[in-house]
């Protein structure tokens, strides 16, 4: 269990680095993009609730049906893999929706993972991904994942002019 335990505090203090920068920034720049094309916080966000989805949870359990309840489809391709932030911003939920997925998805994270065996964090991931070959190296990658985009997410924030939070 110790390995189970190191991955989730990894995922745990990568959450709450990044809610922190969340947090300190303000709805109204959620769609913002200080360049055109570049990111903005509405997609980042979106995005980890997505990855973490398919990283510590579809792919040490697979997919279930109540699944659905807890990330819609849409939101998946929205923020999915090769998704880009548009400008438009009718193009995504509103932000308190991306964020009550956000939050949805870390909670059964934290809810879900402590089942898992230590045996099991040596399984290949329920689908494959070209990163990491084992449970536990999904888990270890969606921590680190996040703590990347946490490194945008603080940069947009930097490009707002608001100043950096440590």
Known sequence: MLRLQMALNQIQFARKYCVRL?????????????QEGVTHLAWQVGHLAMA?????LERIRGTRSEDEAL????FLVVFGKGSVPHLDRTQYPEP?????VFDRVYAQT?????QVSDSDLD????????LFDTKLE??????H???????QIGLLRRLYGQQPLW
């Open 96 to 100: 308190a929706e991306i964020r009550a």
């Open 138 to 143: 999904s888990l270890h990658w969606a921590a």
């Open 123 to 130: 399984l290949p991931p329920e689908k494959p991904h070209s």
């Open 110 to 114: 934290l809810v879900e993972l402590p």
């Open 22 to 34: 969340i947090d300190q920034t303000d709805p109204q720049d959620w769609f913002r993009q200080p």
């Open 52 to 56: 973490q989805y398919r990283l510590a």
């Open 71 to 74: 990330i819609p489809p849409q």
């Open 145 to 151: 994942h996040e703590m990347m985009h946490a490194g």
